[in-house]
């Protein structure tokens, strides 16, 4: 079973940046789509990127030209880099697979953004 361990979360100002982690163990996440998802107290878990084993990445079209997702199959890590954020994109932050079998969830990375 792959365990998965988000970090980089935080309190920054609207316009300001932080980048995620996600440590995934071993290495069969790497032939899943994975995603960073996020989630507000009382709504549902909202897909806000992706990659794919071959690189190819997806966008919400509320983080579009703002949010970066790459990886590192060496070190078992997906970043998702966010710029410009904004008040909205506070919540709290996962990773997993985009399947309908996802892995275990980690406990997320909580982004605050204030205005």
């Known amino acids: 079973q792959v365990k998965l361990v988000e970090s980089g979360g935080g309190l920054v100002q609207a316009g300001g940046s932080l980048r995620l982690s996600c440590a995934a163990s071993g290495s069969f996440w790497r032939i899943n789509v994975m995603g960073w998802y996020r989630q507000v107290p009382g709504n549902q878990r909202e897909l806000v990127a992706s990659?794919?084993?071959?690189?190819?990445?997806s966008f919400a079209d509320s983080v579009k030209g703002r949010f970066t997702i790459s990886k590192d199959n060496a070190k078992n890590t997906v970043y998702l880099q966010m710029n410009s954020l904004k008040p909205e994109d506070t919540a709290v932050y996962y990773c997993?697979?985009?399947?309908?079998?996802?892995?275990?969830w980690g406990q997320g990375t909580q982004v605050t953004v204030s205005s």
């Open positions: 990659i794919s084993p071959g690189g190819s990445t």
């Open positions: 997993n697979a985009v399947s309908s079998r996802p892995f275990a």
